[in-house]
């Protein structure tokens, strides 16, 4: 990665890379087969942008926290890329498995870094250090 990248670009490229790699061992295990990929979404890999490929489109958007119990922090976004009707219990499911995923690789993406992965409101927010550090 160039060096004329900013802190905050780096730091995102590298949450960035923890939610690809949630998204490339979603599709090799293939434990949500049985929804079937959006019609217009290539296959997963085909393209240069995971959240653009693939059954599953993953990844987070800042947010300034604004009526948030935990302040500022990325919304998580987890979603199975289908046509076919999703049941709430598969979506739960699914997002419960992406929160346990990114607890155990937050920490190594962002080694020394206090992040945290909660529930705010209807969603999930990974929160707590984001001063950009040493990046």
Do not use: C
């Given at each position: 990665m160039?060096?004329s990248?900013?802190?905050?670009?780096r730091?995102?490229h590298r949450?960035k890379?923890v939610f690809d790699?949630?998204?490339?061992?979603f599709?090799?295990?293939?434990?949500?087969?049985t929804?079937?990929?959006?019609?217009?979404?290539?296959p997963?890999?085909?393209?240069?942008n995971?959240?653009?490929d693939g059954?599953?489109?993953?990844?987070?958007?800042?947010?300034?926290g604004?009526?948030?119990?935990?302040?500022?922090?990325?919304v998580?976004q987890?979603?199975?890329?289908t046509?076919?009707r999703?049941?709430?219990?598969?979506?739960?499911?699914?997002?419960?498995?992406?929160?346990?995923r990114?607890?155990e690789?937050?920490?190594?993406?962002f080694?020394?870094?206090?992040?945290?992965?909660d529930?705010?409101?209807?969603v999930y927010?990974?929160h707590g250090?984001?001063?950009?550090?040493?990046?």
């Amino acid at each position: 990665m160039s060096s004329s990248k900013t802190k905050l670009e780096r730091w995102e490229h590298r949450l960035k890379q923890v939610f690809d790699e949630i998204d490339a061992e979603f599709e090799r295990e293939g434990t949500w087969r049985t929804f079937r990929r959006h019609p217009n979404r290539p296959p997963a890999g085909a393209t240069s942008n995971r959240e653009d490929d693939g059954l599953f489109d993953l990844g987070a958007a800042f947010s300034v926290g604004i009526g948030s119990q935990h302040g500022p922090g990325y919304v998580v976004q987890a979603r199975i890329a289908t046509l076919d009707r999703v049941p709430r219990a598969a979506q739960e499911k699914f997002e419960a498995e992406v929160i346990r995923r990114l607890e155990e690789k937050l920490p190594a993406a962002f080694p020394g870094v206090a992040l945290h992965v909660d529930r705010d409101g209807p969603v999930y927010k990974i929160h707590g250090d984001l001063s950009l550090g040493s990046l």
